[in-house]
Protein backbone atom coordinates (compact mmCIF):
# COMPACT_ATOMS: atom_id res chain seq x y z
CA UNK A 1 0.00 0.00 0.00
CA UNK A 2 1.08 3.32 -1.30
CA UNK A 3 2.22 5.67 1.74
CA UNK A 4 -0.36 8.51 1.47
CA UNK A 5 0.93 12.57 -0.05
CA UNK A 6 1.44 14.50 2.97
CA UNK A 7 -0.72 17.97 1.82
CA UNK A 8 1.63 21.31 2.12
CA UNK A 9 0.26 23.58 3.35
CA UNK A 10 1.37 27.31 3.15
CA UNK A 11 3.10 28.86 5.23
CA UNK A 12 2.08 31.84 7.05
CA UNK A 13 3.49 35.09 7.23
CA UNK A 14 5.57 36.00 9.39
CA UNK A 15 4.88 39.52 11.51
CA UNK A 16 7.50 41.58 9.55
CA UNK A 17 6.26 40.07 5.69
CA UNK A 18 2.69 41.19 6.46
CA UNK A 19 4.07 44.87 7.96
CA UNK A 20 6.34 45.25 4.78
CA UNK A 21 3.53 44.21 2.52
CA UNK A 22 1.18 46.77 4.73
CA UNK A 23 4.04 49.48 3.75
CA UNK A 24 4.67 48.47 -0.05
CA UNK A 25 0.54 48.89 -0.25
CA UNK A 26 0.29 52.30 1.51
CA UNK A 27 3.70 53.85 -0.82
CA UNK A 28 1.66 52.23 -3.68
CA UNK A 29 -1.62 53.97 -2.76
CA UNK A 30 0.23 57.66 -1.82
CA UNK A 31 1.56 57.40 -5.85
CA UNK A 32 -1.55 56.45 -7.19
CA UNK A 33 -2.55 60.01 -5.75
CA UNK A 34 0.38 61.84 -6.09
CA UNK A 35 -0.80 65.45 -7.35
CA UNK A 36 1.61 65.37 -10.07
CA UNK A 37 0.53 61.79 -11.38
CA UNK A 38 -1.07 62.11 -14.58
CA UNK A 39 -1.98 58.08 -15.03
CA UNK A 40 -2.72 58.43 -19.22
CA UNK A 41 1.05 59.45 -19.52
CA UNK A 42 2.50 55.82 -19.78
CA UNK A 43 -0.93 54.94 -22.50
CA UNK A 44 -0.17 57.98 -25.36
CA UNK A 45 -1.97 55.82 -27.49
CA UNK A 46 -5.53 56.19 -25.78
CA UNK A 47 -4.98 59.88 -25.60
CA UNK A 48 -6.73 60.17 -28.98
CA UNK A 49 -9.79 58.26 -29.69
CA UNK A 50 -10.39 58.87 -34.17
CA UNK A 51 -13.35 56.87 -35.99
CA UNK A 52 -15.49 57.84 -39.01
CA UNK A 53 -16.67 61.54 -38.32
CA UNK A 54 -15.29 61.70 -34.94
CA UNK A 55 -11.94 62.98 -33.13
CA UNK A 56 -11.86 63.01 -29.47
CA UNK A 57 -9.02 63.82 -26.83
CA UNK A 58 -8.91 62.45 -23.51
CA UNK A 59 -7.18 64.40 -20.45
CA UNK A 60 -6.77 63.69 -16.78
CA UNK A 61 -8.20 65.64 -13.74
CA UNK A 62 -8.45 65.29 -10.42
CA UNK A 63 -11.95 66.29 -8.50
CA UNK A 64 -10.03 68.39 -5.35
CA UNK A 65 -8.95 70.26 -8.75
CA UNK A 66 -11.77 70.85 -10.75
CA UNK A 67 -13.37 74.24 -12.03
CA UNK A 68 -16.65 75.97 -11.30
CA UNK A 69 -17.59 74.83 -15.28
CA UNK A 70 -16.59 71.53 -14.95
CA UNK A 71 -18.23 70.78 -11.64
CA UNK A 72 -21.44 72.55 -13.14
CA UNK A 73 -21.24 70.46 -16.27
CA UNK A 74 -20.93 67.22 -14.78
CA UNK A 75 -24.02 67.86 -12.35
CA UNK A 76 -25.77 68.86 -15.85
CA UNK A 77 -24.54 65.01 -17.67
CA UNK A 78 -25.53 63.14 -14.34
CA UNK A 79 -28.69 64.99 -13.93
CA UNK A 80 -29.43 63.82 -18.03
CA UNK A 81 -28.21 60.69 -17.98
CA UNK A 82 -28.95 59.49 -13.97
CA UNK A 83 -32.12 61.06 -13.50
CA UNK A 84 -34.69 59.02 -15.43
CA UNK A 85 -33.35 55.87 -13.78
CA UNK A 86 -33.44 56.72 -10.29
CA UNK A 87 -36.84 58.45 -10.68
CA UNK A 88 -38.05 59.36 -7.09
CA UNK A 89 -34.46 59.01 -5.32
CA UNK A 90 -32.75 61.08 -7.45
CA UNK A 91 -32.74 63.97 -5.07
CA UNK A 92 -30.52 62.50 -2.48
CA UNK A 93 -28.59 60.03 -4.74
CA UNK A 94 -27.54 63.44 -6.76
CA UNK A 95 -26.37 65.32 -3.36
CA UNK A 96 -24.59 61.64 -3.21
CA UNK A 97 -23.07 62.57 -6.33
CA UNK A 98 -22.06 66.14 -6.06
CA UNK A 99 -20.17 65.23 -2.86
CA UNK A 100 -18.17 62.19 -4.59
CA UNK A 101 -17.44 64.72 -7.84
CA UNK A 102 -15.38 66.55 -5.91
CA UNK A 103 -13.50 64.22 -3.34
CA UNK A 104 -9.77 64.49 -3.45
CA UNK A 105 -9.35 60.85 -4.18
CA UNK A 106 -11.73 61.11 -7.12
CA UNK A 107 -9.59 60.84 -10.43
CA UNK A 108 -11.11 61.88 -13.66
CA UNK A 109 -10.49 61.16 -17.58
CA UNK A 110 -12.40 64.02 -19.41
CA UNK A 111 -13.36 63.01 -23.20
CA UNK A 112 -12.99 66.21 -25.40
CA UNK A 113 -14.01 67.10 -29.17
CA UNK A 114 -10.65 67.95 -30.76
CA UNK A 115 -10.59 71.59 -31.51
CA UNK A 116 -11.53 72.16 -35.47
CA UNK A 117 -10.78 76.10 -35.51
CA UNK A 118 -8.40 78.29 -33.41
CA UNK A 119 -12.25 80.29 -32.12
CA UNK A 120 -12.82 76.93 -30.77
CA UNK A 121 -9.73 76.86 -28.46
CA UNK A 122 -11.59 74.95 -25.64
CA UNK A 123 -13.08 71.77 -27.32
CA UNK A 124 -15.99 71.25 -25.64
CA UNK A 125 -16.49 67.75 -23.29
CA UNK A 126 -18.95 65.59 -24.11
CA UNK A 127 -18.11 62.78 -21.10
CA UNK A 128 -16.16 61.85 -18.72
CA UNK A 129 -15.20 58.58 -16.64
CA UNK A 130 -14.46 58.76 -12.51
CA UNK A 131 -12.62 56.07 -10.73
CA UNK A 132 -10.60 55.98 -7.87
CA UNK A 133 -7.78 53.37 -6.25
CA UNK A 134 -8.34 51.95 -2.79
CA UNK A 135 -7.59 48.85 -0.87
CA UNK A 136 -10.23 46.57 0.52
CA UNK A 137 -9.16 43.74 2.98
CA UNK A 138 -5.45 44.36 2.12
CA UNK A 139 -5.94 44.16 -2.07
CA UNK A 140 -5.80 46.86 -4.17
CA UNK A 141 -9.02 47.30 -6.37
CA UNK A 142 -9.75 49.95 -8.92
CA UNK A 143 -13.60 51.35 -8.85
CA UNK A 144 -15.49 53.13 -11.43
CA UNK A 145 -18.10 55.56 -9.77
CA UNK A 146 -19.27 57.08 -12.71
CA UNK A 147 -18.73 56.67 -16.51
CA UNK A 148 -21.16 59.39 -18.66
CA UNK A 149 -21.40 60.21 -21.55
CA UNK A 150 -23.55 62.58 -23.83
CA UNK A 151 -27.22 61.24 -25.49
CA UNK A 152 -25.83 62.08 -28.98
CA UNK A 153 -22.21 59.91 -28.16
CA UNK A 154 -23.19 57.04 -26.78
CA UNK A 155 -23.42 53.63 -28.81
CA UNK A 156 -20.36 54.73 -30.74
CA UNK A 157 -17.75 52.48 -28.48
CA UNK A 158 -16.34 55.50 -26.55
CA UNK A 159 -17.91 53.71 -23.73
CA UNK A 160 -15.79 50.29 -24.44
CA UNK A 161 -12.90 52.43 -25.46
CA UNK A 162 -12.98 54.40 -22.02
CA UNK A 163 -12.98 50.87 -19.89
CA UNK A 164 -10.05 49.10 -22.08
CA UNK A 165 -8.04 52.24 -20.82
CA UNK A 166 -9.62 51.98 -16.97
CA UNK A 167 -8.63 48.51 -17.00
CA UNK A 168 -4.99 48.99 -18.03
CA UNK A 169 -4.91 51.50 -15.13
CA UNK A 170 -6.01 48.90 -13.09
CA UNK A 171 -3.47 46.33 -14.27
CA UNK A 172 -0.77 48.64 -13.82
CA UNK A 173 -1.54 49.68 -10.49
CA UNK A 174 -2.06 46.22 -8.63
CA UNK A 175 1.52 44.60 -11.05
CA UNK A 176 3.01 47.41 -9.18
CA UNK A 177 2.63 45.45 -5.96
CA UNK A 178 1.98 41.80 -7.81
CA UNK A 179 5.43 42.24 -9.44
CA UNK A 180 7.46 41.91 -6.13
CA UNK A 181 4.99 39.21 -4.82
CA UNK A 182 4.28 36.95 -7.15
CA UNK A 183 5.62 34.75 -10.18
CA UNK A 184 4.41 35.13 -13.63
CA UNK A 185 3.19 39.14 -13.49
CA UNK A 186 6.16 41.18 -14.58
CA UNK A 187 6.30 44.67 -14.76
CA UNK A 188 2.65 46.01 -16.26
CA UNK A 189 2.13 42.96 -18.54
CA UNK A 190 -0.69 41.34 -16.12
CA UNK A 191 -3.27 40.02 -18.13
CA UNK A 192 -7.09 40.34 -16.72
CA UNK A 193 -6.71 36.41 -16.01
CA UNK A 194 -3.16 36.74 -14.19
CA UNK A 195 -5.10 39.01 -11.47
CA UNK A 196 -7.90 37.08 -11.05
CA UNK A 197 -5.95 33.76 -10.85
CA UNK A 198 -4.41 35.97 -7.96
CA UNK A 199 -7.15 36.96 -6.39
CA UNK A 200 -6.79 40.25 -6.68
CA UNK A 201 -10.05 42.44 -7.64
CA UNK A 202 -10.49 44.39 -11.15
CA UNK A 203 -13.71 46.21 -9.94
Not at 17 to 28: E, G, N, T, V
Not at 89 to 115: G, H, T
Not at 172 to 188: A, D, I, N, P, Y
Amino acid sequence: MEASEERVMPKKPTRAQIMQRKKRIDQLLRSAYSPDKDHLIEFSHFRHYNTTGLSLVLESGRGDKLSSNLKQYIQKLLKVNMEGPYGAEWPAEEKVKRKEMSSSEALYIFVRKVASTPDDAEASIIGFVQYRFTIEEEIPVLYVYELQLEPTYQGKGIGKFLMQLVELIACKFVCLLLSSELHGCRGTHCTKKELFSNQFLLE
